[in-house]
């Protein structure tokens, strides 16, 4: 099943911070994070494997609760260079990534 | 640059038609994956390959088929094509000693008229 991700959009001033979750109805191997900018192609944030893990990239962070199913992703002060549509991929044990139908953040100067 | 090249950047073609999306891989990464992104809808995976095997399998139409083949690059072959099919197709490629990392091409726009 696809993860639901929310908010489904968020438009921020730049130095503000967002919280964006991805949650799965199926228990979860690992959460991978993606931004995706207008009319490019999808490039990797970072991954998280089953464990609780909290990591970290920049000013990006993530966590991952695995009793939850759910994963969030942190932007701390943001930048107009995060804008762009941000996706989760859930990958249970049967190798396959499904992907959330995005969430779009928009940073006003 | 991500590494993986696909070609045609852009394909425009008639309802009916058959086309060929073709996909190379960064060096040294054994899976490819092939997604389909729409307008409205998020990246639908179609399929995946492994070293040449197919490996997993997800919203991919019978219309629509893949291989990969020894040299690692693959082709995403779309037949029969229809008015939905219009979208960016993009592929992606994985090391197996990086988990599941998956970098992705620039995408080939396909618009069926």
């Known amino acids: 099943q696809q993860p639901v991700q929310s908010p489904q959009a968020v438009i921020l001033r730049e130095g503000e911070d967002a919280v964006i979750n991805c949650s799965s109805s199926?228990?979860?191997?690992?959460v991978h994070w993606y931004r995706q900018k207008h009319g490019e192609a999808p490039v990797f944030l970072m991954i998280?494997?089953?464990?609780?893990e909290q990591k970290g990239h920049e000013k990006i962070s993530a966590s991952f609760n695995e009793k939850k199913q759910q994963s969030s992703l942190y932007l701390t002060a943001s930048q107009l260079s995060y804008s762009g549509t941000y996706f989760c991929?859930?990958?249970?044990?049967?190798?396959?990534?499904?992907f959330g139908k995005g969430t779009r953040l928009h940073i006003l100067p | 640059d991500s590494g993986v090249t696909q070609t045609p950047k852009h394909l425009i073609t008639a309802t009916g038609q058959r086309v060929t999306l073709r996909c190379s891989p960064r060096?040294?990464?054994?899976?490819v994956y092939w997604y389909q992104q729409s307008l409205d809808q998020g990246l639908q995976f179609l399929i995946q390959?492994?070293?040449?095997?197919?490996?997993a399998k997800g919203n991919i139409l019978e219309r629509f088929s893949a291989q990969q083949f020894p040299d690692l690059h693959s082709e995403l072959n779309l037949s029969s094509l229809e008015l939905g099919d219009s979208a960016l197709y993009f592929c992606?490629?994985?090391?197996?000693?990086?988990?599941?990392?998956?970098?992705f091409g620039p995408g080939t726009r396909l618009l069926v008229l």
């Open positions: 199926k228990a979860l191997y690992s």
């Open positions: 998280l494997l089953k464990g609780g």
């Open positions: 992606a490629s994985s090391n197996p000693a990086r988990r599941e990392t998956q970098y």
């Open positions: 991929g859930t990958e249970a044990r049967d190798d396959k990534i499904i």
């Open positions: 390959y492994y070293n040449g095997e197919e490996r």
């Open positions: 060096s040294g990464d054994l899976s």
